[in-house]
Each structure stands twice: as structure tokens, then as C-alpha cells.
């Protein structure tokens, strides 16, 4: 392992070159050193290469083979100013008061990086006074490997937020799970009291207050035929006369419901026919009697009823990003990826992967999402983030994927992600290897929060069965090296939608 001298010797070497971390292997005698750089301040030439091994040899020795990795690392504006916000309004509420993506500002020079953050007065006073900067510098550097400087700046109370207002409003609609209700299907209605004349019926049991003109249904459990004194007035003469009504209750979903009926005196015989176990379907409305809900009815039916489940309609693309900004795709290789004749190839695809706790997408969290938008055949963008699900990470999973509990604790949660992620996928064809996993989850939670993820879909690995035959297997690993394809850090989901992406384009 490579002393922390040797670290700051090298983020000291060159401009726009860190030193991400160095792995020794017994076996080979082999030490690798992956370094991050920013490709505006520093391009790793073979002369470069040269001499961090010879420094490598002096500072370690060269008793081992050294093997150097450099993964271009942009320093995306959008991309720090995005992950700064979100740290921002998911780790202290109270600096997020008229707090917008507008207000961060990002300065880059080499692999440095300021940001001032505009904050109204008392946000201001707060956050200085408990050292904040500190605490976002870190979450920073831990997601970006450059060094970060964090200012305050003070802006007025009184600002314009109509705006910021109508974004939040967006944000929180494409937020909200569907609202599930559950209604009944009436059929086979044969009139008792009234006239009966609908389709469905709401549930009851989740009825709390007065509502009045709606149907119910249920099973008759208590029947009584009454009766009660009814006053009149006729042409000045007082008439009291006896009438009938009928109460009975009904039980659905294991809840029972007190009602009654008053039904017209043409009509009161035919209260005989309630009877107990029959199906019956009311319209009416709730009544409040003795600090308890009853229901009126004014008609009364046998009938059949069928449970449904019915959700809010299905939300439309959001007009702006929120949560997850996309990222412009910077990579030098990216003119090596082709054959000696460069294709293009029409419309317009996301490639993605995702992370998740487990194998079962009814069961299972998403807990990173990665993914490449690609463009006349070229990729054109990138939607990268952390997720953070509502249970602990399993250990097998960390070991696998090197995702822990602390690097999603301040990430965002699914509900806020996936508005973002459908905006991104939307007019596009969904690409993944092995897509049958990967959007079983995507289907499973836009189904809650009415996305309709209806995309044409293409699979990577049906698409390498069909084009290069004869592999030992058709796994990712396998496909990338077979077409010269890099694949570092595997199981990341950023990294393998990249490779995917790669692999697709070649296949195409």
C-alpha cells in the first residue's frame, strides 16, 4: 500500500493528475496505481508514463512490476453543482429555504474546485456558524477525487421565488406515488328499491368522513323491517302516520357498515326481500350519527361485485431536471471506438444498468443507476447516481459492487430519481445486457409512481449470440474483451453502461 507522502507527491506532480489508489498483488508480483485526471489540464503521454514508473521505482522500489491505469475524470459543472444541491437539501433542511440549483456556482482550475453557495441571511449565519463547508468539501471529494474549497455568500430574503415555486410544485407531482384506490365492477343488478343504474361501486372501508351520492357494496349480515311515525300537515290538519324502513348492515373486507333505507310507501313491501348473505349494491350517502358514520341509502339492489385496483393516470415527461442532472460525455477514446469506417445509425438510444440489493424486483431496491444516451451513433450523454433504498445493503452485495450503506446515505431515494430518469429515457429505445433484469426493476417502481416505461428494448446479449457465435459464454466480461472494449471497474453501473453502450454501438 502506497504511504500518504507518496499520494500528495504525486496530486503535487502534475497538473490535473491524482492518485486514486494502488493495489499490490502477491501472486504476479504486480502493483497497480489507478490515477484519476482531468483531460483539459493533462493527457497521460507515454513519456509521462515513463517517468511516474521510474518515480514509483525510487519512492517503493523496483522490485515489482508496476501497472498504471489513468481514467479520464472531467470535472462536470453541472454535474458537481447538481450533487452539491442535493447534499445540500437532503443533509440540512434548514440551508434549503429559498435554496435553488441556481445558486451554486462552480469555478474548476485543474483539480481544484470552488463552490459558493448563495444562502438568504439566516441560512447564511447558520451555516457558517456550524462549519458546513466542512462537511460538504468532504461528500465532494469522496464523489469527485479533486480537491474542494466551499464559500458562503449572502443574497437577499426577499428574492423572486414564483419560479423556484412552480419547479417544486412539478417536483413534488412527479415525486408522489400513484394514489391507489379500490373500487367494485358491479353487474348482474336486479332492482329491490329503486332504480339501480351504475357500474362501481368505492370501497367503504375507507371512507372517514361524510360523502354524499356514491355507491356502495357489500354482504347483508343484519336485516329489520321498522317502523316510525311520520308528521304531517295537510290544508292545516296535523296527521301523524306509520311508516316502514328497513335497517340492515353490510360487510365487505372483513368491516361491517350500519345502514338503513326509507324506501316510498309503494315501495316499502318490497323491503322483504333483503335478506341476510345476499349480495347488495346502495347508493346514498355517509350520515354521522352518534359520532359514527352510517350510510342512507335511497335504492337498494341484488347484485355481483368484483374488487379492482385503480391508480392515477400516468404522468407526463417533466419539463425540467430536479434531482439528476445529465452529463455531457467527454472521452478521448471515443474516436478509437469504431472500425476503420465510422458508423452512425439512426435514433436515439439509452443504454443502462443498474445496482440493486438483490435478484427480485418486487422485493429488491435499486441502488445506483447508470446510463448512456447515444446519438447518431455516438454517445452523447450520461445519467449516473446513487440510490438510496430503505433497508441496509447486503454484505454479499457490497462485496460484489463495493457499494456500502455510507456511499448511498446522502444519496437521493428512488421516488426522486425516477422522474429524472424517465425524462432522460423519454422518445428513447431502452438497451441493456440481459435487459429482462434490469427493467423488471424499472417497471416495478415506475408502475408505483405511474411511469409507463413502454420503451422498445433491445438486448445486448441476444444481439452478441446472434452476431459472435461461438463464445465460451455471453456475459459482459466476456463480450467487451472479445470486441477490445475497456471495462474498468466492474458491477459499477456507470461503468458497465458505458461498456454496454460501447459493445451495442459496435454491434450495431
Known sequence: ??????????????????????????????????????????????EIKLAIVEKLKDIIGAFVTYRLIFTSCPLDKRAIANHTYTTIVNNFPALSKNFTYDDV????????????LRLIPSSYEHATSLNRETFIA??????????????FDKKDDDIDCSNQIAKNMELMASIKEAEEKTVYEISNIADIIGKN???????????????????????????????????????????????????????????????????????????????????????GSFREFNGKLNFTANSIARCEYKREE???????????????????????????LFDEEEKTFEGTYVVFDLETTGLEANKDEIIEIGACKIENGRISETFSTFVKPSRHIPKEITELT???????????????VMPDFYKFCYGST???HN??????????????????????????????????PGLKNYKLGTIVERLNVVLDNAHRAINDATATAKVFIKLM
Do not use: W
Not at 317502523?227 to 296535523?238: E, F, H, P, S, T
Not at 391508480?311 to 439528476?324: I, P
Not at 463495493?402 to 426522486?416: L, Q
Open 197 to 283: 343504474e351504475y357500474t362501481l361501486a368505492i370501497d367503504f372501508t375507507k371512507v372517514k368522513n361524510m360523502v354524499e351520492n356514491v355507491v356502495i357494496c357489500g354482504e347483508v349480515t343484519t336485516v329489520q323491517k321498522r317502523a316510525y311515525v311520520r308528521k304531517l300537515n295537510r290544508n292545516g290538519d296535523n296527521k301523524e302516520i306509520e311508516r316502514v324502513y328497513y335497517s340492515f348492515s353490510i360487510k365487505n373486507e372483513g368491516k361491517v357498515l350500519y345502514c338503513s333505507i326509507f324506501p316510498k310507501q309503494h315501495d316499502e313491501i318490497k323491503g322483504d326481500l333483503i335478506e341476510v348473505g345476499m349480495r347488495v349494491c346502495c347508493f
Open 105 to 116: 456556482t462552480v469555478d474548476i482550475t485543474d483539480m481544484k474546485v470552488k463552490v459558493t
Open 138 to 151: 468532504d461528500q465532494l471529494r469522496d464523489s469527485f477525487f479533486a480537491d474542494f474549497t466551499i464559500e
Open 1 to 46: 500500500m502506497i504511504v500518504k507522502d507518496t499520494i500528495d507527491i504525486f496530486d503535487n506532480l502534475y497538473r490535473g493528475l491524482k492518485l486514486k489508489d494502488a493495489v499490490y498483488t502477491e501472486k504476479d508480483n504486480t502493483c497497480t496505481v489507478n490515477f484519476l485526471f482531468n483531460p483539459e489540464s493533462f493527457m497521460p503521454t507515454d
Open 402 to 416: 463495493g457499494i456500502d450503506d455510507s456511499m448511498v446515505e446522502n444519496a437521493p431515494t428512488i421516488n426522486y
Open 430 to 432: 431502452l438497451v441493456a
Open 310 to 336: 385503480i391508480r392515477s393516470g400516468l404522468k407526463q415527461v417533466n419539463e425540467d431536471y430536479h434531482t439528476v442532472f445529465p452529463q455531457e460525455y467527454i472521452d478521448y477514446e471515443q474516436s478509437g
Open 435 to 468: 435487459i429482462a433484469f434490469d427493467i423488471s426493476f424499472v417497471h416495478n417502481i415506475s408502475k408505483k409512481l405511474s411511469y409507463s416505461f413502454d420503451h422498445q428494448t433491445k438486448d445486448t446479449m441476444a444481439m452478441a449470440k446472434e452476431k459472435l
